[in-house]
């Protein structure tokens, strides 16, 4: 399927991928298109949006990965894992008659994006990493750093909630066992630049978004070899944006600059005051960054 650069009508197209399992994709908007990876883990791609009215100017392909959204549940439910998703987005490409292209991934899905460079780093024309985990390439930050970036917020609620919350999460994975669901919850005005009806509307449905089994095997025992991702992803000639919020933990700025690092055009921006979903938090700012990248690689 070669498909057209200019549609302003939304719509829901389908393609079988590599095993058989049949996957779903939303177009909106006109221009070149953008291929969108959602984050969640393992989230349906409806929580992107339009990502602040970046369709204005782009058609975005906003995949739903499988077992989520529109996607069908696999066969095979080991294919959860994020390695076994790179041939999906491959397929994908294929499908859409594109020998290169341009692919916006966020969060979790930062992860997918840099296997799939390193495995098919001819195929990217430009990237963007949109406040990516980097677990592909075993970059973390550690809890005092995280800690240290959310006790800015401190001062005021529902901040200062979210922040023994947030400290409760982090203390519980540092002692190897699994945070209570409520402390999370709690936590999540920290994700957001702002805490306002649109942010708690938006974090409200992420529990009925996210697939919790696919989820969960995303980043399973042997999804992941970072010395050899890191090795494949000096090969990688395309430009890299990753892009962090000021006020995001995961990643804080520094470490997005590390990930940057990584490859050979790789650079960061910081938005100011923005989150983990920045285009919620100053959507006019941040599809003016995404649109000048995509352009000029700038």
Request: charged share 20%.
């Amino acid at each position: 399927m070669s498909i057209s650069p200019h549609s302003a009508t939304p719509s829901t197209c389908t393609f079988t991928t590599y095993d058989g399992t049949e996957l779903a994709y939303h177009v909106q908007g006109e221009g070149e298109p953008l291929v969108c990876l959602p984050g969640g883990a393992m989230r349906a791609s409806a929580y992107l949006g339009d990502l602040g009215g970046l369709s204005a100017g782009r058609r975005l392909i906003l995949l739903d990965l499988r077992g989520t959204g529109d996607s069908a549940i696999p066969a095979d439910r080991s294919t959860y894992r994020v390695d076994h998703q790179v041939a999906d987005v491959e397929a994908l490409r294929m499908h859409l008659g594109l020998e290169t292209m341009d692919v916006l991934a966020h969060s979790a899905a930062g992860n997918l994006a840099q296997l799939y460079a390193a495995a098919h780093p001819r195929r990217l024309r430009r990237l963007v990493l949109l406040t990516p985990t980097c677990w592909a390439v075993d970059l973390t930050e550690t809890p005092e750093v995280r800690l240290a970036e959310v006790r800015r917020r401190a001062g005021g609620e529902p901040y200062d909630t979210a922040i023994a919350a947030y400290e409760r999460a982090l203390a519980a994975l540092a002692a190897g066992t699994t945070p209570d669901d409520a402390d999370w919850t709690a936590a999540m005005p920290l994700a957001y630049g702002r805490w306002d009806e649109a942010a708690r509307a938006h974090a409200a449905l992420s529990p009925v978004q996210k697939n919790a089994e696919a989820a969960a095997a995303f980043a399973g025992a042997g999804a992941f070899d970072p010395p050899a991702t890191r090795a494949a992803l000096r090969g990688v000639e395309a430009e890299v944006l990753v892009f962090a919020g000021e006020l995001d933990s995961n990643p804080g700025p520094a470490l997005a600059a590390r990930l940057a690092a990584l490859f050979p055009r790789g650079m960061t921006t910081v938005q100011p005051a923005g989150g983990h979903f920045p285009w919620l938090d100053d959507a006019p700012w941040f599809t003016t960054r995404i649109e000048r990248f995509l352009a000029t690689g700038a």
